[in-house]
């Protein structure tokens, strides 16, 4: 399968700061997206972007799909940006979605 | 758009019990749903996957008799965890997509699963 790896695990951010969360993967995908886990567990979708750049008010995205990448862009941190990011992937000959192992944000006011 | 929902949130039962857990997808029709489980502090893993009308595809290492799924109608899917033990406690999630609308997976809030 696949394989999905994210950096950095741990971040640790003054509010107000910029970040930059990046993903790699192993093979050729149709489908990456990025989520937002909260306290409650649920996963929330931020971005679904298999290529290209994508931005929706202060997170932003981009994946270069032929260098096998993502970033995922935190502009002005806020304390309830915190929580546990991930990125999950599915390569073109798999109907499996990989999850990244995650990484935690601690965004301090 | 794109909301699915699970039941229970929050499960407590006794070892040797059954436990269903449902999800649904409440906006859309879902042609593929996907079952997850998450430890404390780790990332997801893919249980299996199921297929509306067909038998679920199974990860390895995963019980498909301990883990029953029933994908009987294209917005709903059913995880059975039967005879549960301790060790079956944890954080299970499901999600839904239609691959006519692409490949963009919806997850559901979750059942935190405790057994004693």
């Known amino acids: 399968g696949i394989q999905v790896e994210q950096s950095p695990p741990d971040l640790i951010l003054q509010e107000g700061a910029n970040s930059t969360l990046r993903c790699n993967f192993s093979?050729?995908?149709?489908?990456l997206q990025w989520f937002h886990q909260n306290p409650w567990g649920q996963l929330i979708n931020l971005f679904y972007?298999?290529?290209g750049t994508k931005q929706n008010g202060r997170l932003s995205a981009t994946t270069v799909a032929t260098e096998r990448y993502s970033l995922l862009y935190i502009s002005s941190s806020q304390t309830t940006d915190s929580g546990v990011y991930f990125c999950?992937?599915?390569?073109?000959?798999?109907?499996?979605?990989?999850f990244g192992s995650g990484t935690k944000l601690n965004v301090k006011p | 758009g794109a909301v699915v929902s699970q039941h229970p949130s929050r499960v407590i039962c006794k070892s040797g019990t059954s436990v269903k857990i449902e999800c649904r997808s409440l906006?859309?029709?879902?042609?593929?749903m996907f079952w997850y489980r998450q430890f404390p502090k780790k990332s997801l893993m893919l249980m299996a996957t199921?297929?509306?009308?067909?038998?679920?595809?199974?990860e390895q290492g995963v019980e498909k008799d301990k883990f029953l799924i029933n994908h009987a109608s294209l917005t709903l899917s059913t995880l059975t965890v039967t005879s549960a033990h301790p060790e079956d406690s944890s954080f299970y999630i499901c999600?839904?997509?239609?691959?006519?609308?692409?490949?963009?997976?919806?997850f559901g809030p979750g059942t935190r699963l405790t057994v004693t």
């Open positions: 999600s839904a997509r239609n691959e006519d609308r692409g490949y963009e997976q919806y």
């Open positions: 093979d050729s995908v149709n489908n």
């Open positions: 972007i298999p290529s």
């Open positions: 999950a992937a599915a390569a073109y000959n798999f109907n499996k979605f990989y």
């Open positions: 906006d859309f029709q879902a042609t593929t």
């Open positions: 199921s297929n509306e009308g067909s038998k679920a595809t199974y």
